[in-house]
């Protein structure tokens, strides 16, 4: 199994510039994640889905957008890049997770290395 | 949301045993404990998940006292390959209830 795939794995952009990352799952997950990850920290939520259709913010949203068409993509929309937005971003999945059966372990992708210059 | 405290790094030896403890004071009744661990340039990867007592797999061990307010993940015997960094999460389910902190750096040594 493929599990969580992110493409691209590394990209520059200017300033200014849009562009869209890309994750997509293969296990029938119905949430979906997107984090970012500075170097020495931990990773912040930037958005999330609980299913198709269905999207949420996060700690960090600004800047972002998200969308769920099906359930095995969500893609994450940069509109006006800024050097801020200079991080690794990670894609997960989970299935199903409400309720009292427990939390059910995030599947991570292998993240995206973003540099905006 | 419940916040996390774990130590910034610990050193370790090859062959020993280690007990990463992370302390979680404002834990809900409904909230459960997951360990995941994270190599360079990868997504984390889960290890463990517990609500209380001990859980045991084939990779750690997880002891939740009885209060629950804190939790340590035991690494029997670590090898080189064990040098990671290492998150405690606490929360209900679906990750966006959950923190991931600043997690634990292990470095094993030869």
């Known amino acids: 199994n493929a599990g969580v795939t992110q493409t691209p794995k590394f990209r520059i952009l200017k300033i200014g510039q849009s562009m869209t990352l890309q994750c997509t799952q293969d296990?029938?997950?119905?949430?979906m994640y997107w984090y970012r990850q500075d170097p020495g920290m931990g990773l912040k939520l930037i958005y999330y889905?609980?299913?198709?259709?269905?999207?949420d913010k996060g700690e960090v949203p600004n800047g972002y957008n998200v969308s769920r068409s099906t359930t095995e993509d969500f893609p994450l929309r940069l509109e006006l890049a800024a050097p801020s937005q200079t991080s690794v971003y990670f894609c997960a999945s989970s299935y199903a997770g409400m309720g009292s059966d427990g939390n059910q372990p995030q599947h991570f992708g292998d993240g995206t290395r973003l540099s905006i210059l | 949301l419940a916040k996390t405290t774990q130590p910034i790094s610990m050193d370790s030896y090859e062959g020993q045993e280690v007990n990463i403890t992370c302390s979680h004071n404002?834990?809900?009744?409904?909230?459960?404990i997951t360990w995941y661990q994270q190599f360079p340039s990868q997504g984390p990867r889960f290890i463990i998940q517990?609500?209380?007592t001990k859980v045991t797999n084939e990779v750690a061990s997880l002891f939740i006292p009885a209060d629950r307010k804190s939790s340590t993940l035991s690494l029997p015997r670590v090898s080189l390959s064990d040098t990671a960094v290492y998150y405690c999460l606490v929360g209900l389910t679906g990750g966006f209830k959950t923190i991931f902190g600043a997690g634990t750096r292990l470095f094993v040594k030869a």
């Open positions: 296990m029938n997950h119905n949430y």
């Open positions: 404002n834990i809900a009744t409904n909230d459960y």
């Open positions: 517990g609500y209380k």
């Open positions: 889905s609980v299913g198709a259709g269905i999207t």
